[in-house]
């Protein structure tokens, strides 16, 4: 029988194409159990401190902890800032200038650094990237001590620095910006640059650079939310209040709710101020995240 025998005699059933494995019911409520409960999981705490950030110093433990009393949020707030001299507001900018700069710092090392790693060739490469894997799996918490006293060798402790420098070493981000420049930038564009006489430094910046962007904002959140959660470097290098980050400033204030009791609702209404620069940075940056890696998955 022919080809085209086989074929008229097939019923509309047997010309469709054919469909991959059904959902089951069961496999995609558990799904949404699940996601549904890690997103209360993670969703609560932060309503929670909302919650108490719009409350005065007498309702925060008379009141229900998941809904509203009097509304004082902008009071509070106002109360925050104008304490100590509006020392909270210097520890937000504190903060800022760690992470901002640091993660931006750490962004351009790490995507140079991982592209030289993917693109070039060079007697001990990959024993450069093995210590840089190594790096990965240390913590930092185990370099803070070390960090203090190289710092304190060379008088850089308790100066905007002691925090700064070690923030811009990021060996996920070599390690991340490694493995996405071996597979988004060809090695055809760079030869094409060198033939037209650019640098190499051209070159990455104005054309590889853009091929990485999804890696490299990536690396970018990554140690923007790592250098503003930061506690434990700060707690050893910093002792002068005005050259705090906001996580070590709150954790003085609540130190001290024993012997000033005002300092709590302080503490609730700076936590909550604090988290909004890291949801306002990703909400910012998301679009060129989600757009990189659909353009990856398309390639």
Known sequence: ??????????TADDLKPARGPRESVVSRSAALIVMGVFTLYFLVPIWWLFIAATKDRGDLLTTNALWFADWNFFANVGDLLAYGD?????WL????????????LATVIAGMCGYALA???????????NVV??????P????ALPLFLLFSQVNLT??????????IVSPFGVYLSRIYASASVPDELIEAGRIDGASELRTFFTVSIRLMTPALITVFLFQFVAIWNNFFLPLIMLRSEELFPVTYGLYTWNTQLN???????????GSFLSILPLIVTFLLLQRFWRNGLGTGSVK
């Open 1 to 10: 029988m022919s080809m085209l025998t086989r074929t008229r005699g097939a």
């Open 86 to 90: 509006g020392v909270y507001l210097r």
């Open 93 to 104: 900018l504190n903060s800022a200038g760690y992470a901002g700069l640091g993660a931006l």
């Open 119 to 129: 693109k070039y060739r060079f007697r001990g490469r990959e024993v450069y990237f």
């Open 133 to 138: 894997l190594g790096g990965v799996l240390v």
């Open 140 to 143: 930092a918490t185990a370099l």
């Open 158 to 167: 308790n100066t905007f620095w002691a925090v700064l420098l070690p923030s």
């Open 259 to 269: 012997q000033i009791p005002e300092l709590r609702t302080y503490v609730l209404v």
